[in-house]
């Protein structure tokens, strides 16, 4: 069996309508992620950058799935 590569994860959770967006202002953005395993929070901000509450050391799809639906703008715009 092929694993499952956080990129294809993440477009998963999206599909499967496992991410709730709760915030989104300025350079923060915050979610809960419904995983395999669970319910995560995920998140960015200035102080910490990206972070997920999953055990995933590195790279999570948790915080892939929320980069999907999430952009910064250039110049500091509204968007995460």
């Known amino acids: 069996m092929t694993r499952e590569t ?3 994860k993440a477009r998963r959770y999206l599909v499967e309508q496992r991410v709730t967006v709760t915030r989104v202002d300025g350079d923060v953005a915050d979610a809960v992620i419904r995983g395999d395993t669970g319910e ?3 998140g960015r901000d200035p102080a910490r950058g990206w972070h997920c509450s999953c ?3 590195g790279r999570c799809s948790h915080v892939a799935a929320l ?3 999430t952009v ?3 110049g500091g ?3 995460a």
């Open 77 to 79: 715009g509204d968007a």
């Open 40 to 42: 995560h929070r995920t």
């Open 55 to 57: 055990q995933a050391r």
């Open 6 to 8: 956080i990129a294809s």
């Open 72 to 74: 910064r703008q250039p």
């Open 67 to 69: 980069k999907l639906v």
